[in-house]
């Protein structure tokens, strides 16, 4: 095989896990599959993991990484802080519509951990989730919503968010639109 055309291995092997748990599951994983997905040899993977569990934190926290990023740019474009939740709301489903197997492996597969605790520690719990619950309680604070709720209103919001992404991934559910452009209808339902 040829090991020598890959600009970016270690990201190409990533994702090559990514989509093999995906489809397969955890029990189907190796690190030779993986390689060969790739089309380099079988010894490849370890001179960037050691081992399949390495590789295996390398993808949730690529993916993790990568879904922060969309959160963090959002925040930075979003001009309009009465919208910034929407916005946030938004840039998930589009994030993982744009990615499903991202959202199969990182929240079926991976050994994510996310403490919805209050007052939970920000730099030690689930960096996408802490982006979010910031800018919620922010918008709370502004909203003069009292603080005892807010964690349990910011546990609501990453739940619906959360769930409407997990239906738009899912493979069988049908629907006659287009996901990125019913979040916002969906999202402003409990206005009434």
């Given at each position: 095989?040829?090991?020598?055309?890959?600009?970016?291995?270690?990201?190409?092997?990533?994702?090559?896990?990514?989509?093999?748990?995906a489809k397969?599951?955890?029990?189907?994983?190796?690190?030779?599959?993986?390689?060969?997905?790739?089309?380099?040899?079988?010894?490849?993977?370890?001179?960037?993991?050691?081992?399949?569990?390495?590789?295996?934190?390398?993808?949730?926290?690529?993916?993790?990484?990568?879904?922060?990023?969309?959160?963090?740019?959002?925040?930075?474009?979003?001009?309009?802080?009465?919208?910034?939740?929407?916005?946030?709301?938004?840039?998930?489903?589009?994030?993982?519509?744009?990615?499903?197997?991202?959202?199969?492996f990182l929240?079926?597969?991976?050994?994510?951990?996310?403490?919805?605790?209050?007052?939970?520690?920000?730099?030690?719990?689930?960096?996408?989730?802490?982006?979010?619950?910031?800018?919620?309680?922010?918008?709370?604070?502004?909203?003069?919503?009292?603080?005892?709720?807010?964690?349990?209103?910011?546990?609501?919001?990453?739940?619906?968010?959360?769930?409407?992404?997990?239906?738009?991934?899912?493979r069988g559910?049908?629907?006659?639109?287009?996901?990125?452009?019913?979040?916002?209808?969906?999202?402003?339902?409990?206005?009434?």
């Amino acid at each position: 095989m040829d090991t020598y055309h890959h600009k970016n291995l270690k990201s190409d092997l990533i994702e090559a896990g990514i989509a093999l748990v995906a489809k397969e599951g955890l029990d189907a994983f190796s690190l030779r599959k993986v390689a060969g997905l790739c089309g380099v040899s079988h010894a490849a993977p370890y001179s960037h993991f050691g081992n399949k569990d390495i590789l295996l934190e390398e993808m949730q926290n690529y993916v993790s990484e990568n879904f922060s990023a969309q959160l963090e740019g959002t925040i930075e474009r979003c001009k309009d802080k009465e919208r910034l939740l929407m916005e946030l709301g938004k840039a998930y489903l589009n994030f993982f519509t744009a990615h499903p197997n991202y959202f199969a492996f990182l929240f079926g597969k991976s050994k994510l951990a996310l403490d919805l605790t209050e007052g939970a520690d920000p730099q030690k719990n689930y960096k996408p989730y802490e982006i979010f619950k910031a800018a919620a309680e922010d918008f709370l604070a502004r909203k003069d919503c009292p603080k005892e709720k807010w964690n349990d209103i910011t546990i609501s919001l990453w739940a619906f968010v959360h769930g409407i992404t997990s239906l738009a991934t899912m493979r069988g559910v049908k629907c006659g639109f287009k996901w990125e452009e019913k979040i916002f209808d969906f999202m402003q339902a409990f206005q009434f």
